[in-house]
């Protein structure tokens, strides 16, 4: 179901008028009887990898022979993404009934945030399938994210925690940890990635005061080499796992899965080794450093947009493409540190299209151009701008047609950007075939 639809049928507030609070969700929750407090959640906050950790999280569990709702944000094209069940997005027909459900039972004039009635929607869903688990992400921040009232969490888990969002959650890292640190509770198990020496006595300070037990993944008993194949193993606490997430950073995500995997195990949940490890190799998550082979040539898809998703891109083409001819198709919203993405990923680019992503905080494609040329990181004559993101795989074509060497095409930035990409991309692959 496209946004448009949704915003439609819900009485929703504007976009761009959202407050960071819980007390407008918990009365939300209560019209329509608190169906999170009858669901088991794995509750996930982070700046950046708490897609992948949820994904991989719920892989697993569906391995184990789970029925395992997962919720994440933001989607890539259709709202539907955001609410799966064993991996299959909630159908339309499921959603329209699932709305009529809930607009039956908030009164007229109740007004709800747009993240807020998406959370609602998807607590609503996983209770109505009887799912047996819920893994749930975060939607912004933690400690007044909408997804926060829920009372007693299976398990608190925290990414990796990093610059972003400044103007809501603070602009340093002990700032940003606070606000993230705001989902552990009371004597529930809580796991987190191993974190900057900012942000470490942060999270361990709450966990205490909370009575919550911590566990931080073990650098030291993780051990894994380099190399551009495409798949990545590691050896963590003794034994081999497989991921097919060719990220580095996925590793540690990696590594968070299984620390949750030995927690729920602790708790009593039927985890087979079989499906940690099937699990952890299946999965797959879309637009995160994601690769197609289209026409002989190698082509990224990567949602990365603050600085440290930005820095890691980067490493990742280092690592993979290291004398080939690259070429960087790139859509921006304007509240990201921009200057610094640019400084940090235009030395990997031979050349750099520029467009806008379909979003009303986008950036405007000759501004970005503009921003480009002033770092004097790309050739001026090397800078091209299309506004138009739905013309931008067209202008790479025919300007990669002109190279005559080994090349390929990174698509990056805003979600909201290179979701429709990858539509376009998937449709075109199919037609290839």
Known sequence: MEYEELEQRVNMAPIGTAKLGIDNMRMLMEHLGNPQEELPIIHIAGTNGKGSTAKMTATVLEKAGYRVGLFTSPSLVDFNERIQINREPISDEALSSLIDWVNHRLPEDFVATQFEMFTALAWVAFWQQDVDIVVMEVGLGGRLDATNIITYPLISVITKIALDHVHILGNTLAAIAGEKAGIIKEHRPVISYPQDDEVTPVIAKRAEELAAPLT????????????????????????????????????????????????????????????????????????????????????????????????????????????????????????????????????????????????????????????IAETQLIATENIIVEPDFNQTLAVAKQWLSRINCEKMLTLFGSFYFVGNLRKDLLQFQQESK
Do not use: C
Request: no cysteine.
């Open 216 to 371: 931080v993944v073990d650098e030291k008993e993780l051990h894994y080499a380099i190399d551009n194949s495409l798949e990545q193993t590691f050896e963590y606490k003794d034994e081999s796992y497989t991921i097919t997430l060719l990220e580095e950073h996925q590793i540690m995500n990696a590594t968070v899965v299984i620390e949750i995997i030995h927690s729920l195990r602790n708790m009593g949940w039927n985890i087979s080794n079989r499906a940690l490890h099937d699990g952890l190799y299946q999965t797959q998550w879309a637009a995160r450093f994601e690769r197609f082979h289209i026409l002989d040539t190698d082509i990224i898809i990567d949602g990365s947009h603050n600085v440290d998703g930005i820095t890691g891109l980067r490493r990742n083409l280092e690592r993979y493409y290291p004398d080939t001819y690259r070429l960087g198709v790139m859509g921006m919203v304007a509240d990201k540190d921009i200057d610094t993405v640019l400084k940090t990923i235009l030395p990997v680019f031979d050349a750099i299209i520029v467009t806008e992503p379909n979003n009303h905080r986008a950036m405007p494609a000759n501004e970005l151009a503009h921003k």
